[in-house]
């Protein structure tokens, strides 16, 4: 652990130590170059319909001279040279007004806005290279700058050169990559690390959080800081804004305000500080700065009141010079690796900051660059990081989680597994009990009812021999019967009534009854299974029986035909028939009820010489 933070450190000193190299990172003449920088200019300066003329040195910063206040100035410089050159020549210059116009001689060059619409476009952030045309160029040149400037938009003018293309070119090459095209690299890097961070906010939860269930907000501190950093860089790349100024200086502002309340709040849940009464202050001041932030942008930018804004930049600073300087404190005193990591990146954005305060406030470099934006990206690459430490440890306990989950899965199936041949065995053995009731049951209605009718036949006296004899044979055609069901198919009809015609024939030709079979083969019926092919069994058998036993019948049809809607079941004879009307009694009550258990309609017909008993199967 000590090794990894002396790595750190040290590549933390190269870093700062390459930055420094930054404080003379100016434009500097190469030796021998025929370029030449113009610093003095005679300065027409228009203030409030007020014009003031003088001579002044380059580089002039019309928020620093005229604070508060918008307005024009022309700026007249002239410069010699010892013969006419042959090759293309060129004027650089690093920064000038918001709206320009460049004079050569008396010929316009370059023109980028409109000079008299105030906070109007702005052109004067980025470095102009302006190439001048063959022939222009004398011996003697008089070059004038026409600026439009807008209060609080750092208008004004910086030395300019005048050179040879390639050399000029150079020199301007060097500060367009600093200021446009690294600031377009930071923008986009912003953008990648807070889109990044956002999408895992929206898509991840917090697992170390047992309590509830709710997204990280490390992810969020992070996305927001990098998206509002990037509106905060690039800024400096927008010519035409969508809002007019002065409102559009107060999204800049705002964005900045932003980012640092985000950073805070990221540091102290790196630092696990945010439920500390500290951790709470630093969240509730950053939050009243951000509050602040807008009003007192509308106040400088507004209303000419640039110190309001000067005041709210240095209460920001400040609070981040001492929320960075305890944070330090503690990473020094061994913290976590994500700690350390910040830490690096506070110290290097102090180092910078107090670059850039040299640069632009103690030392009046108008035109140079603000290296901020650059080492803002550490902070970056440390969101970045921890943002991908962080993601990879949920990972690893989300594949702890589904590891754990897996193992009890496999545990619960092998639970299920043994509980489901448990119910398996369990429901044979019901099955096998549920056939044991039935068999007993069917015995108990059909041959157990027939013997006890036999014994009080017996015990009575008064049956006749034949009486008897007719009740046994019921009796022993039922318990075939009963045997020959367990065997039938299920659904096939025509099988059962063949079943019945084999068993109960030979009682009809003793009993003189001729029987007429006109059954045609029919397919199964799928409402029937084996407990349905029962119920009909013995339906069809108590209407046989009655024929046998009460109908006095001579002729006995037995019909069936595939109906429209199911199966017709038709039993005739031409007996002395009964009256339907009448109460039913026990064999037609039981008819009945079975009739229902199978959803078949049962219908009776009955007259002297004809009786029909039809079941309509569905």
Sequence with gaps: MA????????????????????????????????????????????VNGRTEQRRLSLPYHWDRNNPGRAGRATFDMVFTLPEVPRE??????????????????????????????????????????????????????????????????????????????????????????????GSLIVVGFSLTVGLLSMSLWA?????????????????????????????????????????AWPWWGVVPVVALSVWGWSMGLFCLDVARWQHRPAGRFMAAWLLALLVASGPMAVWALGFGQPLALTAWYACLGLSFLLFGAVFLVQALRGASLPHRVVALAVLLNVVVGFRDLYVFRINPTYADSSLMRYSSVVFGLALGYIVIERFRQVSAQARDLVNNLAARVQEKERELAGTYQQVEQLAREQERAFERTRILRDMHDGVGAHISSAIRQLQSGRASPQELL????????????????????????????????????????????????????????????????????????????????????TELCIEAVAAERGVRLRIVDNGRGFDATLPWRKGLLALR????????????????GRTVVEIHLP
């Design 3 to 46: 090794e990894g933070r002396g790595w750190s450190w040290r590549w933390l000193v190269w870093i700062i130590l390459c930055l420094a190299g930054s404080l003379h990172a100016d434009e500097r003449q190469a030796p021998g170059s025929p370029d030449m920088e113009l610093h003095e200019a005679q300065a027409t300066v228009e």
């Design 88 to 181: 293309s020549w060129s004027l650089y210059l690093p920064r000038l007004g918001n709206a320009y116009e460049v004079w050569l001689n008396g010929a316009l060059v370059q023109r980028e806005g409109d000079l008299l619409q105030d906070n109007g476009s702005d052109y004067g952030q980025v470095p102009r290279l302006v190439p001048l045309p063959p022939g222009l160029l004398q011996r003697s040149n008089a070059l004038q700058v026409r600026i439009r400037a807008d209060m609080g938009r750092r208008g004004g003018l910086s030395t300019v050169w005048v050179g040879p293309h390639e050399s000029v070119g150079a020199l301007y090459a060097r500060s367009y990559g600093w200021r446009v095209t």
């Design 203 to 243: 898509t991840q939860t917090d697992l170390s959080n047992t309590v509830r269930q709710q997204r990280d907000p490390l992810y969020l501190y992070a996305g927001l800081a990098e998206l509002f950093w990037a509106v905060r860089v690039g800024d400096a790349l927008i010519v035409s804004p969508p809002l």
């Design 470 to 553: 007719q009740t046994l044979r019921d009796s022993m055609d039922q318990l075939k019967l009963s045997i020959d069901a367990l065997n039938l198919p299920p659904g096939d009809v025509t099988a059962l009534l063949a079943n019945l015609r084999y068993r109960l024939e030979p009682r009809f030709q003793a009993s003189d009854i001729a029987l007429r079979w006109a059954v045609e083969l029919i397919e199964p019926v799928p409402s029937l299974d084996a407990s349905g092919m029962r119920q009909l069994q013995f339906m069809v058998f108590e209407a046989l029986s009655n024929v046998l036993q009460h109908a006095q019948a």
């Design 593 to 608: 009820e079975r009739a229902h258990a199978i959803g078949a309609l049962l219908s009776l017909h009955s007259e002297p």
